[in-house]
């Protein structure tokens, strides 16, 4: 049974191993579902009601058909005004995704914007967290994307893939170029 257990248990790990950068990677490119905003979002509070809830098998239908633009096809434009189209950008999910589109293109103060917009919605989402991380970086701004890897750190801890894709990009000296 031992000498069973010596074989299987290597043969294990090498699996799983194998398997957990097609799992991660899948991941750090952020769910293809939208997440709910934040019980306390102000604008419930004061009564608004948004027209299209992210629920809406229509408002998931398009935010998927954004999704896929960004991460299969790197439509980055058709992205932003589909994602624009939905009238959400309370959501956080939607905000982050027209920053990150914004930052793919190189419009970087557009992209602050949505990325700020992103975590007013929901100071707890960690993938604007690590997008707007990336940005910092992007911006020299080393210090900043430090702050928020401490953040995604608080948050989802330090084996989350959003904590070890930043840090990974934080270990590179600085003015390499960063791929992600």
Do not use: C
């Amino acid at each position: 049974m031992r000498r069973l257990s010596m074989l299987l248990v290597p043969g294990l790990v090498s699996m799983a191993l194998a398997a957990g950068p097609m799992l991660t990677s899948a991941y750090a490119a952020g769910s293809d579902e939208p997440s709910p905003p934040p019980k306390s979002d102000s604008s419930a509070k004061k009564g608004k009601k948004k027209s299209s809830s992210i629920s809406d098998p229509k408002f998931l239908a398009a935010y998927r058909t954004a999704y896929t633009a960004i991460y299969d096809r790197h439509d980055y434009t058709g992205a932003i005004g589909q994602l624009k189209s939905l009238k959400r950008d309370d959501v956080a999910d939607v905000a982050n995704l027209i920053g990150y589109s914004y930052r793919k293109l190189g419009d970087y103060q557009s992209s602050k914007t949505y990325y700020e917009l992103a975590l007013k919605g929901d100071p707890n989402h960690v993938r604007t967290w690590q997008y707007y991380g990336l940005w910092q970086l992007e911006q020299g701004n080393r210090e900043q994307a430090q702050y928020h890897l401490n953040k995604i750190a608080s948050l989802a801890g330090t084996d989350s893939s959003e904590y070890r894709s930043l840090a990974e990009a934080l270990d590179k000296p600085t003015g390499a170029t960063l791929v992600y």
